[in-house]
């Protein structure tokens, strides 16, 4: 199952909805959610809201760590994207999971 969360996201032009990817694939969103999870923890799909969020040093696009960030109060839509691999040449993610 993990492996057809990865192939979504591959062919996903653009991105995809939790709710659209557990449609197409016949699986809760909670149970989808702890696979996404899981695929997050393990450096294979990256959170893009979380990391909007982290601090960014001096002289960065936002200096300024998000406790103190006034966007900080946004509750930003959860958005997931492949995580770079080594020139993202592998096609699989087989080895990685």
Known sequence: MLQCILNEFE????????NELGQKLGVERSALEG???YLVR?????DEA??????RPEGS???SCAKHCPFAAVK??????????G?????SHQKRI
């Open 35 to 37: 696979m996404i999870g």
């Open 11 to 18: 062919s996903a032009a653009g991105g995809i909805s939790i």
């Open 61 to 63: 696009a936002c200096a």
């Open 87 to 91: 020139g993202r040449n592998e096609s």
């Open 50 to 55: 979380a990391a909007a969020m982290e601090c």
């Open 42 to 46: 393990k450096g294979i799909l990256r």
């Open 76 to 85: 930003l839509p959860r958005s997931y994207t492949l995580a770079p691999i």
